[in-house]
């Protein structure tokens, strides 16, 4: 018997992303494209570690590698960049991609000082490009769940809040000398600021009093190496929210959030993996995720899935996915603006013992 030939129905083009930085984010995020989210395709890979990029490439079935992002951003077949290089190359990526027309998706920070971010910023308004940033907690089940009821108004007026992130460690922290100053801020409680931002959406942070040190790795300290902080915060509503961070959790990664308000509270983030419990004669436990990528897995990709349906839409000129009725969701540019402007300030309050006006940081 022959083969019957069919003509399967033609769909829709797949979005082509390019990933620019292959380290350990960026190959988790070129996994969930090539793997995971069924319309875009991973067309290319640069990294200055050429190895890098073609040791991913290879694993990933990506045809086109190169050791310089200008050629991805050079491609005429690619319609949008993932950036997941080191923070201090985001802002100066990002005004490339927009100049090429690519649509950008970034990971935190977008920048490390408000002036170069709102330089890239201001060529993706004049681009027309579409942005966003990788505050992936917004995707995860228990947070939209909670900002849906939020946005209902099941905590009433938010009075109090609080976010945390807690890194899974084990009592002490490799290579934390090689760990850039205020990482703690602008790479880890940028999260938590945006979460808190979300979760108290329409109003702005007034003020932040930060307090840090190094209580995992002492001795760093006078190297200025930070590992712990907490962070109070003033909103313009007269909500006060606290956000803490530490960089060794014995017990695995932990990812809360709370808003307390004048109807009741609600809360987000889970401390296990799985919702199975064992009672033995050594007392109750259960499994808990040890990396961002098992904690969050589904929430990096869906993401990623939000970004490539948007580059289709504008790309095709078909509607634009349509946004939940209840609240908004892709974090953009004016989130991306926001959250730093706090980190920022916090890294002034620790400066000077203080607290700290946020809208002094941001009108730099």
Known sequence: MAYITQNPTAGPVPVRIGLIGSGWMGAFHAE?????VPSADLAAIADPNLESAQNLALELGTAKVTASADDILADPEIDAVIIASPARFHSSLIAQAAAAGKHVFCEKPAGQTLAELDAALAAVDEAGILFQIGFNRRYADDFKAAKKDLAAGTAGTPQLLRSLTRDPGTGSIPNAARVPAWTIFLETLIHDFDTLNWFNEGAEAVEVYAVADALVEPSLRDQGFLDTA?????????????AEANFSALYGYDVRGEVFGSKGMVQAGRSTETAARRYTAEGLSADTPR?????FRQAYTDELADFAAAVRAKRDGVPSPSPSPDFTL???????RRALAMALACIESVKRGAPVIVSEKAAL
């Open 230 to 242: 907490v962070v109070t915060i003033r909103y313009s509503n007269g909500a006060v929210a606290v």
């Open 32 to 36: 969930s494209i090539a793997r995971r």
């Open 291 to 295: 990396l961002n990528v098992e904690l």
């Open 330 to 336: 892709t974090p953009g540019a004016a989130d991306a």
